[in-house]
């Protein structure tokens, strides 16, 4: 099966099983956030082809929104509560025993920016999943990151499903297709 296939077969599930979608969109979003996950599954391409079929088919949006901003908020607090539990440890877990410059660049990242960069990270694919893990490791306040994780999540989950969501209908209206 190759990434391709991967993708069409969870759009065309989620098209024609939409009672799924919710737990679908919530798991693509969680493992897209957690630290030794999002390596592994290809979620952006998904929800955002996921966000076309909102368009085309009515789905509601807001539910599918819901659900992507709660998996993105609880897949970053566990990768924070990863490095706030283990520190320096997780440097010598998989996958960042394999490639530890994620683990580099998302300190620099993290002590460059701060609470802004763990806003901001959110939106950038490789530290996605590792400037939380560093905010743990780096002890930062968990009220500080949780209230930025919910921000960033909401706003995230809204990027990734609205274009196709509400690009379609626009598209359509204005340019009647």
Sequence with gaps: MTLDNLIQ????????????????????????????LSLLIPATVILLGIGAIIGESGIAFWPLWGSAAAGAFFGDWISYWIGWRYKEKVAHMWPLSRNPQMLVRGQYFFHRWGAPGVFVGRFFGPFRATVPLVAGICGMEQKTFQVINLASAMLWGF?????GAFGLHWLAKYFSF
Excluded at 10 to 36: C, K, Y
Excluded at 159 to 163: C, E, I, N, R
């Design 9 to 36: 077969m969870t759009m065309n599930f989620v098209r024609d099983h939409q009672m799924w979608g919710l737990p679908v969109v919530f798991f693509l979003a969680f493992g897209e956030s957690i630290t030794f």
């Design 159 to 163: 990027l990734m499903l609205a274009p």
